[in-house]
């Protein structure tokens, strides 16, 4: 399987790339970045981990040179200016990334690839990738929620010092403001997390603060997020590659889950070889559903002011 990481000389890029090295899953890993000397860079940084980590080939290239892609992670993307709003910020993302799908479909790409969003507004972009290229039903997903879930899944085990693997707990919705917990589901291996000693409802709310807010703080601390996110990339193109069929908080174009149509956001998603496989519509609680239907208002909203 060949990935191309488009933006692959960033921080996420090339934290993904590296994590997809340390898996050893995938043939190729094509890095491509405006910056072609960071992409040059970086690719040769991580070639020289051959020897010690996987037989993967590693290099920097070009849209002609993707063409055979199996997986187009796009990861390229801007930061906020001083005194910029949101939505100036989304614009101009929404800007790039136009022309980076105009790029990909000029030079062609195979007609079972699948086109992995990673940028923000990971949403919105998702959406419009959907509707841009014409490809099968599944086959356009975006990052979504994936790393919301994994920090906040962290973020309770470490609370309760417990193994983070055995912490099971989704967020769902949008990957930003509107994002909701799903308590009603959490478990910890195995057995419901409520009645759990250290989690009583203000330590809920103090650890979902805290994994919604861990992008700002990570910012903060060091500039951008890049290890996590780049685990929880590699964690979406395994279960491609092995056809896991993991349930995982992705985000795709709903058509009727939850009631909500026409929008893409992360409910629980069944991954494999073919992409997103299926929406699984598992109950929630009535709170917990009715935050889900705000975050798809809140991305309808955003997505009509969108140029
Ligand atoms: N979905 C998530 O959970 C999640 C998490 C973290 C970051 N992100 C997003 O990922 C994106 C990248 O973040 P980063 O920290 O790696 O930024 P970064 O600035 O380190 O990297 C972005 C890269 O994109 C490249 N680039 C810019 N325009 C390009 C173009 N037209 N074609 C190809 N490459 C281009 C730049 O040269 C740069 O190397 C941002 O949009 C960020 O918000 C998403």
């Known amino acids: 399987m060949k990935v191309t990481i488009i933006g692959g000389g960033g921080r996420v890029g090339s934290n993904a790339a590296f994590a997809l090295q340390c898996g050893g899953l995938v043939s190729d ?3 491509l970045d405006a910056n072609s000397e960071l992409a040059e860079g ?6 020289h981990g051959a020897a010690t980590l ?5 290099y920097a290239g070009d849209y002609g040179r993707a063409k055979d892609t199996d997986i187009f992670i796009i990861t390229a993307g801007l930061r906020r200016k001083p005194d910029e709003s949101r939505l100036d910020l989304i614009n101009r993302n929404v800007s790039l990334f136009r022309q980076i799908m105009d790029s990909i479909k000029s030079a062609g790409y195979k007609r079972d690839a699948q086109i992995f969003v990673v940028s923000n507004p990971v949403d919105i972009l998702t959406h419009l990738a959907t509707d841009f290229f014409d ?6 997903y975006g990052l979504g929620t994936m790393l919301d879930t994994s920090r906040f899944r962290s ?6 010092n417990v193994s983070a693997r055995q912490v099971s707990a989704l967020i769902l919705g949008e990957h930003g403001d ?3 917990p799903v308590w009603s589901s959490a478990s910890i291996a195995g057995l419901p997390a409520s009645g759990y000693k250290g989690l009583d409802p203000s330590s809920q709310r103090q650890l979902f603060e805290r994994a919604k807010g861990s992008g700002a703080e990570v910012i903060r601390r060091k500039g951008g997020a890049g290890w996590a996110v780049g685990a929880t990339i590699a ?7 092995l056809n896991k069929r993991q349930v995982l908080p992705v985000s795709s174009m709903l058509e009727g889950c939850y009631g909500i149509r026409n929008i893409c956001l992360s409910v629980p998603t069944e991954v494999g070889r073919s992409g997103v496989i299926a929406h699984h519509q598992i109950e929630l609680w009535p709170k917990e559903q009715q935050a889900l239907q705000a975050s798809a208002r ?10």
């Open 29 to 31: 890993i094509q890095i």
């Open 42 to 47: 970086e690719a040769l940084d991580l070639m």
């Open 54 to 58: 996987a037989d993967t080939r590693i």
């Open 135 to 140: 490809l099968p039903k599944g086959h356009v």
């Open 155 to 160: 973020l309770i085990a470490e609370k309760l």
């Open 178 to 180: 509107s994002m909701l």
């Open 235 to 241: 964690d979406v193109v395994h279960s491609v590659a």
């Open 298 to 307: 809140a991305l309808q909203a955003t997505l009509k002011n969108v140029s």
